[in-house]
């Protein structure tokens, strides 16, 4: 079962995930050349504080280990959940994925963007702008009446079109009072197919999109998904509220 928010639930997701959303937003301008991913999540982490939020991520229980950090950086081949590093230095024609989740008041707001590091080739540009619209084509089959199946088809057929794949063993989700709640949206998927949108759900929709084919596996930290291929990934995300009126994107940021 899908839950349903009511009108308090939806109250508290759009404080959330408008909170999850403006930290995003304050740390775009930081990603530039010669940056580390430990430089953006201290950044992240001091963001969350200031918000009266709590990282979703850090320590966030998968099997025996607990996730080190307060929010997910991924670098070219990293498909998601990267582990920000002092290591990691971010160079002029790299792409760097930011997931942030957080916990308000109960409730759980999840977004992701990919961002350019600097100026970058012809095929990450469409790569990225190919992702960002298949997020736009899910979130408008989020509507009242369509079947989850409608979401992971459009964001399947939009990707695969432009030739790139979309990444099969990570799927979007129901977000609320948990991380992870049912549904699973998978980016690939035919019409008309599982469970009928209601009004009061609250969906994290994101496509996981790599420029080669569609296989990942998990680095030895246990926690980094990197394209099998090693080719690009990106990863864009949304928390969207299936309002009677039509979808509604939650993770909007707030000016500061
Ligand atoms: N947005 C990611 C997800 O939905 C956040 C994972 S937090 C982590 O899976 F701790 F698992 F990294
Ligand atoms: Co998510």
Known sequence: MIPIKDKIGIAKMREACAIAATVLDQL???VRPGVTTQDLEEAGRDWIARLGARSACFGYQHGSR????????SVNEEVVHG???LRRV??????????????HDGYVGDNATTLPVGP?????EKLLRVSREALDLGIRQAQVGNRIGDISHAIQTHCESHGFSVVRDMVGHGVGTAMHEPPEIANFGRRGTGEKIKPGMTLAIEPMVNLGGFKTKTLA??????TSDG?????FEHTVLTAESGPEILTIPRPQ
Request: net charge negative; glycine share 4%; hydrophobic share 40%.
């Open 221 to 226: 930290d246990g926690w980094t998904h990197v």
């Open 28 to 30: 775009k301008p930081l």
């Open 83 to 85: 582990i920000p590093s």
């Open 90 to 103: 971010l160079r002029e024609g790299d792409i760097v994925s930011l997931d942030i989740v957080v916990w």
């Open 120 to 124: 970058i080739s012809p095929a990450l």
């Open 231 to 235: 080719q690009p990934s990106a990863h």
């Open 66 to 73: 607990r996730y080190p950090a307060h929010t997910c950086i």
